[in-house]
């Protein structure tokens, strides 16, 4: 059936409350762990009772949990179905049901309540786990075909190097009819191996962890004295799949955030180019974990979460100013993601008038960095264009127009808080090349100039992250980012 977001998750958490699960509320997404950054899965706020630190107040519980995942970041809208903020459904088990039922409502979930058709419906196991291949295959009777078995990087899930951890089971749906495929004809030969990893004809939506084991210090795996069951299904990823849309995006849970940044930019979603439709995607995600993140109090800053904040409204802002946003246009993006938040977490609302104030006030900022750099910039692309393609500073290069040179690239970047891609971007329409050797090369001398003192914690550079590590709390685990395009300054 084709289902609302909000319906989506209903039915999820009206599930598993007809089968003696206490609906929980979220918990915050700055966790009361000490030691994790951000809340990354429904199972953080359970964590205590799972190690057996703290008693479980009910035997099942399951709730909607808000989730930001920053090592997604780079993701975001590259894929179909990453996020930086999502919701995971989740349905827990301390020490009641285990393995049988976990897997016997997952089915029934995904294929009576959600009405996938069960032959689109594939599953991963960890490779040693017998017992999970046996209830999918005997039990619940998936063909052998698309069950599949796979590596502890995938299938076996663990809190972190030591404590509980255990198997776990994926659920896959397949988007391209089977037909299609050689595997199941087999008179047309064997044809392409299939892979659960094939992101164009696959969508993981949810993992049932079998947490029911201990690892120790000296990584020796020992039963738990309780059986748990913790799960995770990505909400916008069903939802997805169930209005039949080509990305997570797409969804009305992201959708309206997406085309009110479109209608700002002049531009109709449908019939923007895929790089203007990124960006576009890109603004719907980080506003909306911006908005939570916000509301959960954290704010911007340069340190912690309050720079993964502050991060990821300043690639709002420049992805805006990318496709031409003149003015501060970030609050009105972000009261549509909070017109939309009401199912997810009602305390947004009462917190509109303090996000809203505090995203004009961080526009505010990072504009005025950009229109500072933005007139260096156009000095240093009036000379190189007058320069002709005698500004390359390495040399070597084939490219014979302009080049704005890295020394100038660099310049922008580190004193001036100008985002690199921003530059590239900016610099391309004016036809003239950006010289990234000569950008590495300065950046690698500045690394070397102030490699020992270095204040402000700098993701771009190679070792930022464990910069960052030094600059939290001792024992604060952090999941780091991939390539970046913005630096943070002053
Ligand atoms: P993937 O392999 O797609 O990155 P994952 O295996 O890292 O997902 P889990 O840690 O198993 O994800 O999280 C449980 C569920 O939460 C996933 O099955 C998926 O539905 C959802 N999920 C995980 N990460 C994201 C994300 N970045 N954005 C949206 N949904 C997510
Ligand atoms: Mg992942
Ligand atoms: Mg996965
Ligand atoms: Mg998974």
Redesign the pocket.
């Known amino acids: 059936p084709k289902m609302s977001g909000p319906e989506v998750r209903q039915a999820f958490l009206s599930f598993f409350q007809g089968r003696g699960h206490t609906k929980l509320p979220s918990s915050s997404l700055v966790p009361e762990d000490p030691t994790v950054l951000l809340t990354i899965?429904g199972m953080l706020q359970f964590k205590p009772v799972f190690l057996g630190q703290a008693p479980r107040k009910v035997a099942r519980a399951t709730t909607s949990q808000k989730c930001v995942?920053t090592n997604?970041i780079d993701?975001v809208g590259a894929t179909a179905?990453?996020?930086t903020f999502?919701e995971?459904l989740g349905n827990f088990s301390f020490g009641d049901y285990f393995k049988k039922e976990a897997i016997m409502w997952a089915w029934e979930l995904s294929t009576v309540v959600y009405g996938l058709p069960p032959e689109r419906v594939w599953v991963s196991v960890y490779e040693e786990d017998e017992e999970a291949l046996a209830l999918w295959r005997d039990v619940v009777g998936v063909d052998p075909s698309r069950i599949r078995k796979m590596g502890a990087a995938?299938n076996f899930w663990a809190s972190g190097p030591t404590g509980p951890c255990g198997p776990c089971s994926?659920l896959h749906h397949d988007f391209t009819p089977v037909e299609l495929y050689y595997d199941f004809h087999p008179e047309r030969g064997t044809g392409p191996e299939v892979t659960l990893e094939d992101d164009s004809r696959f969508i993981?939506?949810?993992?049932l962890v079998f947490m029911e084991l201990n690892r120790d210090a000296a990584g020796t795996l020992t039963p738990l004295a309780a059986k748990n069951i913790d799960t995770?299904?990505?909400l916008?990823?069903m939802a997805q799949i169930l209005q039949g849309v080509p990305n997570?995006y797409e969804t009305d849970l992201i959708f309206p955030i997406v085309a009110k940044a479109a209608e700002l930019a002049g531009l109709d979603y449908a019939a923007a180019p895929p790089a203007a439709q990124t960006a576009l995607k890109v603004i719907g995600d980080h506003v909306r974990a911006v908005v939570y993140l916000l509301s959960d109090g954290v704010l911007p800053s340069n340190v912690g979460r309050g720079y993964v904040l502050r991060r990821l409204l300043r690639r709002v802002i420049m992805k805006g100013r990318l496709l031409g946003i003149q003015g501060e246009f970030t609050p009105a993006v972000a009261q549509v993601a909070i017109a939309l938040s009401g199912d997810c977490d009602p305390a947004v609302a009462g917190n509109a008038g303090r996000i809203i104030a505090e995203m004009a006030r961080e526009e505010a900022l990072f504009s005025a960095t950009l229109s500072k750099g933005q007139k260096q910039l156009d000095d240093m692309l009036a000379r190189a264009l007058a320069a002709g393609s005698s500004s390359s500073s390495d040399g070597g290069s084939s490219s014979s127009g302009p080049v704005l040179a890295g020394a100038d690239a660099f310049l922008l970047y580190d004193s001036f808080g100008f985002p690199l891609e921003l530059t590239r971007e900016l610099a391309e329409a004016a036809g003239v090349a950006l010289d990234d050797p000569g950008f590495e090369a300065a950046m690698a001398a500045q690394r070397a100039r102030s490699s020992a003192s270095r204040e402000a914690v700098d993701l771009t550079a190679d070792g930022g992250l464990s910069q960052l590590a030094a600059a939290l709390p001792a024992g604060t685990s952090f999941e780091g980012y991939g390539a970046s395009d913005l630096v943070l300054a002053g």
Do not use: I
Not at 204 to 207: A, R
């Open positions: 899965a995942r997604d993701n179905r990453h996020h999502f995971m995938d994926e993981e939506f949810y993992n995770g299904m990505g916008e990823r997570n």
